[in-house]
């Protein structure tokens, strides 16, 4: 069975940083995208951040610039630095990784920014 397990989450100042890891577990195959999703209060979940095995990018507008994606193929990890961090980044950010099996999500990990 795979999981998902994030950590890094926590509560910050705004302008700073933070650096959230998600570790794959339970499986020899490797996701073909790896990524970070968030959702806060009364909105829908959203990409952040997603990444394809072959190291390809892409970034919500929001955070263009300020968070940056990676990924470590053989550890099956994927992981997101924040910085320049806003109150409006507050949420419960999750992993998600995409492969031939099916569509996987991490339980969460609470990122607060305070102003």
């Known amino acids: 069975q795979v999981q998902l397990v994030e950590s890094g989450g926590g509560l910050v100042q705004a302008g700073g940083s933070l650096r959230l890891s998600c570790a794959a577990s339970?499986?020899?195959?490797?996701?073909?995208?790896m990524g970070w999703y968030r959702q806060s209060p009364g909105k829908q979940r959203e990409l952040v951040a997603e990444?394809?095995?072959?190291?390809?990018?892409a970034y919500a507008d929001s955070v263009k610039g300020r968070f940056t994606i990676s990924r470590d193929n053989p550890k099956n990890m994927v992981y997101l630095q924040m910085n320049s961090l806003k109150p409006e980044d507050t949420a419960v950010y999750y992993c998600?990784?995409?492969?031939?099996?099916?569509?996987?999500w991490g339980k969460g990990t609470l990122v607060t920014v305070s102003s």
């Open positions: 339970g499986s020899t195959f490797r996701f073909a995208f």
């Open positions: 990444i394809a095995s072959g190291g390809v990018t």
């Open positions: 998600n990784g995409k492969g031939l099996s099916g569509n996987y």
